[in-house]
């Protein structure tokens, strides 16, 4: 097998800005937006574990996984996780305190983050695309912008543009994900024009380790 560095030193590197930009971007978060900075401990988890409902539901449709009895056990576990989250979700946002500035201020939150991230790799790992490196930084800096509009938004826009909100955060999730794909497959100079390297982005960004040979094929092993 090629030497493959398993472990990049800029990828490292890049994660502990982020994660410090994180902790420093909550503790500003905490100071000027309190009840939201409260609430996120409840509203984000309740949110991961209804992604997490539905992607038990497609494990569990899978037809790739023989295991009937298996698959049924995801699929009603992800249908728990979807109807408890979401009555739970509902019965939060009923609270009077809880209005839709709120609810846009929680959504901007992790999407600045994300934002910050792009741009970090983008400038820090030198192993992807040129490119994709400088498009990356790009659709980070547009990030900040609208998340730093949807914090203003009080004092731009009344509520009745909380749907704007909502569109534009959709807009800009999808460049996110499409980018940071691009990003990560320019690594081993694959293309996102091909559907079957979109999923393997989907193996990139989760317990999957993606190697080359001394052939140059694409090797995909599971981090135990």
């Known amino acids: 097998m090629a030497n493959y560095e398993i472990v990049n030193k800029d990828k490292v590197r890049a994660d502990s800005y982020i994660l410090g930009f994180l902790v420093i971007f909550y503790l500003v978060f905490l100071l000027v937006f309190k009840i939201e900075a409260i609430f996120n401990f409840i509203a984000y988890p ?45 019965y939060l946002i009923s609270f009077p305190n809880i209005t839709l500035q709120t609810l846009i201020n929680l959504i901007a939150f992790p999407m600045i983050i994300v934002g910050i991230a792009g741009i970090i790799k983008s400038i820090i790992i030198k192993i992807y695309s040129l490119k994709y490196r400088i498009i990356n930084t790009i659709i980070g800096i547009i990030t900040i912008a609208i998340c730093i509009m949807a914090f203003a938004a009080p004092l731009i826009f009344p509520e009745s543009f909380f749907l704007f909100h909502i569109i534009v955060f959709l807009i800009i999730l999808i460049l996110n994900v499409l980018g940071r794909a691009a990003l990560y497959l320019s690594e081993f100079g694959l293309s996102l024009v091909s559907f079957r390297n979109f999923k ?25």
């Open 46 to 90: 309740l949110v991961a574990l209804l992604i997490q409902g539905f992607l038990k539901i497609i494990s569990g449709l899978n037809k790739r996984n023989r295991e009937r009895g298996n698959n049924f056990t995801q699929i009603l576990l992800g249908t728990i996780y979807i109807i408890f989250s979401s009555w739970f979700l509902r």
């Open 200 to 224: 393997i982005f989907f193996y990139i960004i989760s317990d999957y380790l993606l190697q080359v040979d001394s052939n140059g094929n694409l090797i995909l092993d599971k981090i135990k």
